[in-house]
C-alpha cells in the first residue's frame, strides 16, 4: 500500500493582504506542482472579529464551513487542530505572536522580517527550543524552483566564483497620498524601506555569497550602510548598503538597496562571476526568468542561455511544503533557510539601523 500524504493543518494570523496570498496559495492542490506527499488544511482563521474572520474564509479560502473562525488570536493558538501557526501580521507584532504560538506548542511560520531586532529574535530562538516546536521565517523566495536553480549554478562553478552581487527591491508607495499611519511611513510599525522591503535583495545576497560553498557560512567582515529619511515621518525612504565577504576563501561584495518611493527596475538582481554573470528580472521576491550569460577567457560573452519558470499560484505554497515536510521529519529548523541566515539578517538591519541612526519609537523593540 502506497505511503499516505502527511496532513498539515494551518492556523492563520491575521486576515491581511500578504495572509491572503498565503492561504490562496495554501489551497492549490500541490499535485500540480509535483508534490504527493503533502495536504495543506486550513483549519483556523483568527482576526481581530469573528466577522472579519469569517470574510476571509468566505472570499478567499473558497468558504469552507469545517474552518473555525475567532475573533482573537489565543483561540487560534488554542485550537487542538492547528498543527502550526501563520503569522501575517505587521512585523512589529511578530515577537509577541510568535511567542504566544510557541507557548502553546504551535510549530510556527512567521513573515519577514522575523522580528524588528536581533535580540527579539534570540529570544523567540530560545522559546522555540525550550517548547520543542519548528520555527522558520517565511523567506518564500528561498523555497521558489528560480531561486533552487540559480544556487544550483553558482555552486556548481561554471562560471567561478561570484564576486560582486547588486540587487534592488523598490515600490512607490506614493508617499505624500497616504496618511502618516501607513504601515510603510509608521515609525511605531517599524516603517521604512529597510524592514519592509529590505529583506528581498539581503535575501539573494545570502544565498549566493554567505551560502557558497567557498564562504564557509562566514559573516559579512564589513557592514557599511547609508540611509534617506523621509521629512513626513523620519522613516528611511532610500537604504543602500554594502556587505563585504571576505573571512575564508570568497572575496566578494554586495551592493543593495531598497526604496519606498521608486517604481522597481529589471533586472532586479545582477551577479557578476569570474566567468560570467546571471541577471534575474523582478520581481526579485517571486522571479519567472533569469538569463545566464557564459564568458571565454578574455571575458567575451560565448554563450547565453534563459530560464523560465511556470507553476500554477504565485509561490507561498513552496515554503508551506518546506515547513510541512520538516515538522513531518522531526526538524525543527529548516536546511534551507535556518535560524543562523535569519539572525544573520537581522544583525545586518541592526547594523544597517544604528549607522543610519534610525531609532524606534519606544516600546517597539520588546527585547533589546
Known amino acids: 500500500m502506497a505511503n499516505q500524504p502527511f496532513h498539515f493543518r494551518w ?31 486550513v483549519a483556523a482563521v483568527g482576526s481581530r472579529s469573528v466577522d472579519k474572520a469569517t470574510e476571509f474564509i468566505t472570499n478567499i479560502a473558497g468558504g469552507d464551513t469545517s474552518i473555525r473562525a475567532y475573533g482573537t488570536y489565543a483561540e487560534v493558538y488554542a485550537d487542538k487542530d492547528v498543527d502550526v501557526v501563520y503569522i501575517g501580521t505587521p512585523h512589529t507584532l511578530h515577537y509577541e505572536n510568535s511567542l504566544d504560538a510557541i507557548q502553546a506548542g504551535k510549530h510556527v511560520l512567521c513573515e519577514k522580517p522575523v522580528t524588528c531586532n536581533a535580540a527579539e529574535l534570540r529570544s523567540l530562538l530560545a522559546a522555540a527550543k525550550k517548547h520543542n516546536v519548528f520555527f522558520m521565517e517565511a523567506v518564500w523566495t528561498r523555497f521558489q524552483p528560480l531561486s533552487l536553480e540559480v544556487k544550483k549554478i553558482v555552486d556548481g562553478g561554471s562560471l567561478g566564483l561570484p564576486v560582486v552581487l547588486h540587487a534592488d527591491l523598490s515600490g512607490d508607495f506614493d508617499l505624500h497620498n497616504i496618511p502618516k ?65 571576505g573571512g575564508s576563501k570568497l572575496s566578494a561584495q554586495a551592493m543593495l538597496t531598497c526604496s519606498i518611493n521608486l517604481n522597481p527596475y529589471s533586472p532586479g538582481v545582477i551577479i557578476r562571476f569570474e566567468h560570467g554573470t546571471i541577471r534575474i528580472n523582478s520581481p526579485i521576491y517571486c522571479p519567472t526568468e533569469f538569463y545566464v550569460e557564459y564568458f571565454n577567457n578574455k571575458g567575451a560573452k560565448v554563450r547565453e542561455e534563459r530560464r523560465v519558470f511556470e507553476y500554477v499560484g504565485t509561490g507561498w505554497h513552496f515554503q508551506a511544503d518546506e515547513v510541512a515536510r520538516c515538522v513531518r521529519d522531526g526538524k ?17 538591519f541592526d547594523e544597517v539601523r544604528r549607522q543610519g541612526n534610525y531609532v524606534f519609537p519606544a516600546g517597539v523593540e520588546k527585547v533589546v
Open 11 to 41: 492556523g492563520i494570523i491575521s486576515t491581511g493582504k500578504i495572509a491572503e496570498a498565503f492561504v490562496k496559495d495554501l489551497l492549490v492542490d500541490p499535485k500540480t506542482r509535483d508534490v504527493t506527499d503533502i495536504v495543506h488544511k
Open 181 to 245: 499611519t501607513h504601515r510603510i511611513l509608521d515609525p511605531a510599525l517599524g516603517g521604512g524601506a529597510l524592514l519592509d522591503v529590505g529583506p528581498y535583495p539581503l535575501f539573494w545576497a545570502i544565498l549566493t555569497l554567505f551560502e557558497h560553498p567557498s564562504n564557509d557560512l562566514k559573516g559579512p567582515t564589513q557592514i557599511s550602510g547609508s540611509m534617506m529619511k523621509t521629512p513626513l515621518t523620519n522613516v528611511d525612504s532610500n537604504t543602500a548598503f554594502m556587505l563585504t565577504f
Open 332 to 348: 525543527r529548523e529548516s536546511s534551507l533557510w535556518g535560524h543562523n541566515k535569519s539572525l544573520l539578517e537581522m544583525e545586518i
